[in-house]
């Protein structure tokens, strides 16, 4: 009776602590949680689930070598498990290992050929690689998958810049936008994208688009400011608009980025308010 006592005592403190682990893990407080984690090993040889939290952990806190200790241990003890793989190719992007990080990735999608996001990930270390053909490959095959999930339109898009087909990449945005059309940082893609393209009319639509749904984002405001006025198209450029958009953005911007500041400058400037814009 005493053992049986003792071993349920020592369930109850396991579980005690886990549920004390995830919670300062789901608060950011990833020092803890592996304390929390740690205690958690020296109680149990059921240890697969536990060194992989940790290991997240680990990762949270860019401590690539700590991390890469636990999940090399977990995958020995769950070698089908494809989340462990995916966790462990984070780490070897922490260390610069690109190589490595693919080979995981690879491994984790043949465990699951059918997650979107695996395929996804893997796309955008072939583009890190520079390799858009590969990248191109997956995030297809990722958008086959899961057709409703914007990113994965977003993420082609700049694979399709990296190969230099703008118009593509364009076509790919504006899919993104129809499946999340409150979606600023969109827009904004979307609006440089066009700049490039010399489509001026188009980016200055953009860029209205995106602080129309998103009023107060910084980066939207900056380029609509910017647009207004130093864009090379007559039709587009408006020195006055320009000023009026970037100061009603600063009456809620305590601190302007260095990027707004720049457009402010260029927008006095353009309206002649030379002592202002320095």
């Given at each position: ?190 609006g440089l994208l066009e700049s490039k393209r ?81």
């Amino acid at each position: 009776g005493t053992s049986a006592k003792a071993e349920d005592r020592s369930q109850h403190d396991l579980v005690v602590l886990m549920e004390r682990a995830q919670q300062h893990a789901n608060n950011g407080e990833y020092q803890q949680a592996v304390e929390h984690f740690t205690a958690a090993l020296g109680r149990t040889p059921q240890t697969s689930g536990i060194l992989a939290c940790r290991g997240a952990c680990y990762l949270q806190l860019s401590n690539w070598d700590r991390a890469l200790v636990d999940l090399n241990q977990a995958i020995e003890h769950s070698p089908k498990d494809a989340s462990l793989f995916d966790l462990r190719s984070k780490c070897w992007i922490g260390k610069g290992e690109l190589a490595k990080a693919i080979s995981d990735l690879s491994t984790a999608i043949e465990l699951n050929p059918k997650d979107a996001n695996l395929i996804s990930s893997r796309s955008r270390y072939w583009a890190k690689k520079g390799d858009f053909p590969k990248a191109l490959s997956d995030a297809s095959t990722a958008i086959e998958l899961n057709p409703k999930d914007a990113k994965l339109f977003f993420f082609r898009s700049l694979y399709w810049e990296g190969k230099g087909d703008l118009s593509k990449a364009a076509s790919d945005l504006s899919a993104a936008i129809e499946l999340k059309p409150r979606e600023a940082r969109f827009y904004v893609a979307k609006g440089l994208l066009e700049s490039k393209r010399d489509q001026h009319a188009k980016a200055l639509a953009d860029f209205e688009s995106a602080v129309k749904v998103s009023p107060l984002d910084a980066r939207a405001n900056e380029m609509l400011v910017w647009t207004l006025a130093t864009s090379p198209s007559e039709a587009v450029r408006d020195g006055a608009r320009a000023v009026k958009q970037g100061k009603e953005f600063l009456k809620h911007s305590a601190n302007p980025s260095s990027g707004m500041r720049r457009a402010m400058a260029a927008a006095l400037a353009q309206t002649g308010q030379f002592e202002e814009a320095v």
